[in-house]
């Protein structure tokens, strides 16, 4: 586009050059840590060292250590795993959706909330992967016949088209989030002074020049990963909901579950891109390219799929009744009513009326506010996917079955890991890779800028 | 610059005989459509007749409907590209009322028994009759639901629907007119747009799922399915789409619409291919999960359609033609800048999304007792002759070109 | 003649667009351009093709989705098959809804993967690559034109950078 609404409120402020653009991206990458990054670098590690303890007790003695029993064998195992996943979509949805969508204010996230993805699907790698029991055993999930005899796995089975999506989700978004990185790593390269860093960089970028050519195939690659990541979005939360709704669950069972547990990923993966993002602007002053616009953006695409997520509450407990199935209606009841009322009414509250908050302006632009729903939302989805997995199985179809779920230490411990291993990585990331992608920025300035654009008659 | 569309005579000519044939084909079809099927005696009141009415009605009021919605979310999204088309979105719009005024109808002569459509309107379904003296047809299904079709109750929602969506598009109609006149100073009137918009989207997010139910799920009344709605607003959305390219490559090529950039042709193919694909995906999940799990209560809907009533070749050819032609077709850039192709794969999936919809109505009302014949074929024409008319004529009212606009400029130098 | 290589640094995509129109016009090949981003509308100015990575991954995509559907086609219908769910695998076809999803993701595997290592392959962009930009600034804020031109020219080019808002010109 050549030419911008004057209605369009400027993305980059400040009177920034190209030069000031990498200055103030790349200072992280060149000064030093301050305290506070050092503080929570240091909680985060601890809390992950914590989680590597509960996981290798978990290896050495079996998931009997947790807290999962003969009904309710699925847990916070699963819960975790999908929240994770779910956190893990808004990364690529920022990258691939808004870019085809031509929305030029996510350039100052993107980069960010790529990362962010990565790690989200490392987190719920860990879950999936030590589920299986005997983790030694997982390469059992790949297309290779059954204990190398006859039978090959089955594909058939939803869990096996899991590890398929889960695979080349995180193995796309990788390729996606690095190929973005290539050219910021060589603005890095050529700005190092030390000759080792300036060594790993130089690797780390691969040699980038910047030639003409090379740009238009990066931006070729880019357009086409996008257009192949955005259906590749949809289809990894749509396959893990089928892990559910291909069951003959009652409350599991519904065919609106995968464009659900769509929205609802995107929902608090952008939630928890808003948590990072508030922190980080802060943290590095990245005020000029974060703007409230920005976080206001965010906010309206949480309002949106938070309404989406409760048309999907309404439309199950409508369709409970509608059926006229009883067991379907029980499945509601116990939900609301049941001994994890409380679960339920938490992801009510947190999921479905607190982002209607935000239609309000002065709390959708309060960035305090906006940090707090944030994670309100996240304690939410969290919330749902227990709701869908620990009501459901400690109420099935025999009562003898019937039982509670408890958690143990080991599975707040590994979550809680996961958590710090999570946030040790997104610091690591912080401080040493550029952190917003700034060949892309410095693409918008001139139409986006807001010195550019008070100036009359710019193109 | 030819700013202001004229609606020729020779077009309302067409117009004129496709409401002809479509008239011709009213009462052929009612006539013809008198025997009843032995397996439907005493439910068959002209149903074939009366199901492609139903078919007709919603499949152009869907059109327009989604059309609105669409119109919404340019406002709400504050997107730019397609202001250059907006004039041609709100003549699709325009025929909202007329639509919502045919389905209406329908419902009402359903209600009055001139039709047996909606099975749930038959009292003696859900009536249990006295313990000496039980009611046969009693239907406990349909008796367990009937809460919720009460009379009051559904033509209350109904009504509410239709005005409420009515008003959305008359409000956006004619403040869109009121720009063009008296100017928009600070752009006060386009903020009060989006305001209207995202009311609209909400109240629309909700009530095009309960419409879907109502109107199209309760054919099957012993059948329920979660996805229904979003599955129905695609199919509606889509079909909107492919009318908003196809009217502007055609005013395009009749040297309208010259400011419509190439890159605006291309962003419409581009938005043809993705809803195409949401369609599709929606569509394949709802089928594939109720075929994986195979609960009698629900797979009926699928058996009924492809093994018990026959419809193998119109339900397969609906989803795989809507699904990989525009998916081959409008895969690469040169094809969505291409009118010829535009225009080919438009009309071919056009076509098909209206066999979607009869595919989703004709198994419920007049199960194994269907034919593509003339009563289809006319109905549709005199159908479309409204549905053209309608928007020609809206086109034709105001000038092409929206004047005023934020974001005009923008969509003008359109490139990509 | 000598041939020599001259380097015309600019400040502004604008202006080195515009520089590169007079050059093109003046019958001077470009022969390289560096830039710290995408400068749109600078290929067809200096001759570079559109690229057809698009046409590449559309290939490897295909491949994917011919080899996942090979691969249970084989292990589910031919080599073993199995009745799971009360769905007998007698022939692809009647189980193909639960085929579809990994010949989906292998698919979109195959494509993006197979694309972007053909554009690391092509741009030759790999760990250990030394970069070939002439300046270390072109990664910050410099726009480089690289040309390379007969002695006789240097004095007109020269001017015409210049002209055109070149901040810098180098010999090398």
Redesign the interface.
């Known amino acids: 586009m050549h030419q911008e609404s004057e209605i369009r409120k400027p993305l980059i402020v400040g009177n920034k050059s190209y030069k000031d653009i990498t200055d103030d991206i790349i200072r992280p990458v060149q000064g030093k840590a301050n305290k506070y990054w050092w503080i929570v670098f240091t909680l985060a590690a601890v809390t992950f060292t914590w989680g590597l303890v509960c996981l290798c007790y978990t290896i050495g003695t079996g998931i009997g250590v947790w807290g999962s029993n003969n009904g309710v064998d699925w847990a916070w195992d699963i819960t975790n795993f999908v929240w994770w996943i779910g956190i893990g979509h808004a990364g690529t949805l920022i990258s691939a959706v808004l870019l085809l969508f031509r929305q030029k204010w996510r350039m100052a996230i993107n980069r960010s909330a790529e990362a962010m993805t990565i790690f989200a699907v490392m987190c719920a790698a860990i879950f999936v992967t030590m589920h299986t029991g005997r983790p030694w055993l997982d390469y059992w999930l790949f297309p290779l016949p059954n204990q190398f005899g006859s039978l090959w796995i089955n594909f058939n089975s939803p869990l096996v088209w899991d590890v398929f999506a889960v695979s080349t989700y995180f193995s796309v978004s990788l390729v996606f989030w690095y190929t973005g990185l290539i050219p910021d790593f060589a603005t890095i390269r050529d700005r190092m002074t030390k000759p080792l860093a300036r060594k790993i960089y130089s690797l780390l970028s691969f040699g980038w020049s910047g030639r003409a050519k090379d740009w238009t195939r990066f931006e070729e690659v880019a357009l086409v990963l996008a257009g192949l990541s955005t259906p590749l979005v949809f289809s990894v939360h749509s396959i893990v909901s089928t892990d559910f709704a291909t069951a003959v669950l009652p409350g599991w069972h519904a065919t609106i579950f995968p464009p659900y547990f769509v929205a609802g990923a995107v929902f608090s993966g952008f939630a928890m891109v808003q948590t990072l993002i508030l922190i980080m602007r802060k943290v590095f002053s990245l005020e000029s390219y974060i703007q409230v616009k920005h976080v206001e953006y965010m906010n309206i695409v949480i309002i949106i799929t938070g309404t989406l997520v409760g048309v999907a509450y309404l439309t199950e407990l409508f369709m409970s009744w509608y059926s006229g199935v009883e067991w379907e209606q029980y499945a509601f009841i116990n939900r609301a009513t049941g001994p994890y009322w409380w679960a339920y009414a938490l992801m009510m509250t947190c999921n479905v009326v607190s982002p209607q908050l935000f239609w309000f302006k002065k709390i959708r632009t309060s960035l305090v506010f906006t940090f707090i729903l944030s994670i309100v939302v996240n304690i939410g989805m969290w919330f749902e996917r227990f709701v869908i997995i620990v009501p459901t199985l400690c109420r099935t179809y025999l009562p003898s079955t019937w039982n509670m779920y408890h958690p143990t230490f080991v599975d707040i411990g590994i979550f809680v890991g996961t958590i710090g291993m999570f946030f040790t990585f997104f610091l690591l990331f912080a401080r040493f890779f550029p952190v917003i992608a700034q060949s892309e920025l410095k693409s918008i300035l001139k139409l986006s800028g807001s010195e550019y654009k008070n100036k009359p008659g710019h193109e | 610059m030819n700013q202001t569309f004229t609606f020729t005579d020779k077009a309302k000519r067409l117009c004129y005989l496709l409401m002809g044939i479509g008239f011709i084909g009213l009462i052929w079809g009612y006539v013809r459509d008198s025997n009843v099927p032995a397996d439907m005696a005493g439910h068959y009141n002209h149903n074939r007749f009366w199901a492609n009415m139903l078919v007709n009605s919603f499949f152009f009021m869907g059109i327009s409907l989604a059309g609105t919605f669409f119109l919404a979310l340019q406002y709400a999204a504050?997107a730019?590209?397609a202001t250059t088309v907006k004039r041609v979105m709100e003549a699709v719009t325009c025929y909202l009322p007329v639509g919502l005024g045919l389905m209406v109808l329908m419902l009402v002569l359903g209600e009055f028994k001139a039709h047996n459509l909606y099975e749930w309107m038959n009292s003696d379904l859900f009536t249990k009759g006295t313990l000496d003296k039980p009611n046969p047809l009693f239907d406990?299904?349909v008796a367990?639901?009937h809460s919720?079709f009460k009379l009051p109750f559904f033509f209350a929602r109904t009504l509410g629907y239709v005005l409420v969506w009515g008003a959305f598009q008359r409000l956006f109609r004619r403040r869109s007119l009121e720009v063009d006149l008296n100017g928009d100073a600070n752009?006060i009137v386009?903020f009060k747009n989006v305001k209207s918009a995202a009311i609209f989207l909400?109240f629309f997010?909700?009530t095009s799922?309960t419409m879907s139910?109502d109107w199209l799920m309760s054919l099957d009344v012993r059948w329920?399915?979660?996805?229904?709605?979003?599955y129905t607003f695609s199919g509606m959305w889509i079909s909107s789409l492919i009318t908003i390219t196809l009217l502007t490559v055609w005013l395009k090529k009749n040297g309208y619409l010259e400011e419509v950039q190439e890159s605006t042709i291309h962003d419409l193919g581009?938005w043809m291919f993705?809803v195409s694909?949401l369609w599709s995906?929606?569509y394949?999940?709802?089928?594939?999960?109720?075929?994986?799990?195979?609960?009698p209560?629900e797979v009926s809907y699928f058996y009924d359609r492809i093994h018990e009533f026959g419809y193998r070749w119109t339900v397969w050819p609906a989803f795989f033609v809507n699904f990989a032609f525009p998916m081959i077709m409008l895969?690469?850039?040169d094809a969505k800048r291409n009118y010829g192709f535009l225009v080919i794969v438009g009309c071919c999936i056009f076509l098909f999304h209206w066999l979607d919809v009869f595919n989703m109505v004709m198994p419920a009302t007049v199960h194994a007792h269907w034919r593509l014949g003339i009563t289809e074929v006319t109905l549709f024409l005199g159908f479309l002759g409204l549905f053209l008319y309608v928007v020609l004529n809206n086109l034709a009212k105001a000038p092409l070109m929206v004047k005023n606009h934020?974001?005009l400029?923008?969509s003008?130098?359109?490139?990509? | 003649m000598n041939k020599i290589t001259l380097h015309g640094i600019y400040d502004d995509d604008q202006q080195l667009k515009e520089g590169a129109i007079k050059i093109v016009g003046m019958g001077i090949h470009v022969k390289e351009v560096f830039s710290p981003f995408p400068v749109h509308g600078i290929d067809p100015i200096i001759g570079v093709k559109r690229t057809r990575l698009a046409i590449c991954a559309f290939i490897y995509g295909l491949t994917g989705m011919s080899l996942a559907t090979w691969m249970m086609w084989y292990m589910m219908v031919t080599d073993w098959p199995t009745e799971i769910g009360g769905k007998p695998n007698f022939s692809y076809l009647l189980n193909v809804p639960a085929f579809i999803p990994i010949t989906f993701e292998s698919t979109v595997l195959c494509a993006a993967h197979g694309m972007a290592i053909t554009f690391f392959l092509r741009s030759w962009l790999m760990p250990g690559v030394k970069a070939k930009n002439p300046d270390p600034r072109t990664t910050d804020n410099k726009f480089l034109m690289l040309l390379e031109i007969n002695q006789g020219d240097q004095s007109k080019v020269e001017a015409a950078l210049r002209e055109t808002g070149a901040s810098e010109i180098h010999v090398c």
């Open positions: 504050e730019g590209w406990e299904k367990h639901n919720y752009h386009h909400v997010g909700f799922s139910w329920a399915s979660t996805m229904f709605g979003w581009k993705a694909f995906y929606l394949f999940m709802q089928f594939m999960l109720i075929w994986y799990t195979n609960v209560e895969m690469s850039r934020p974001f400029e923008e003008k130098h359109l490139h990509i």
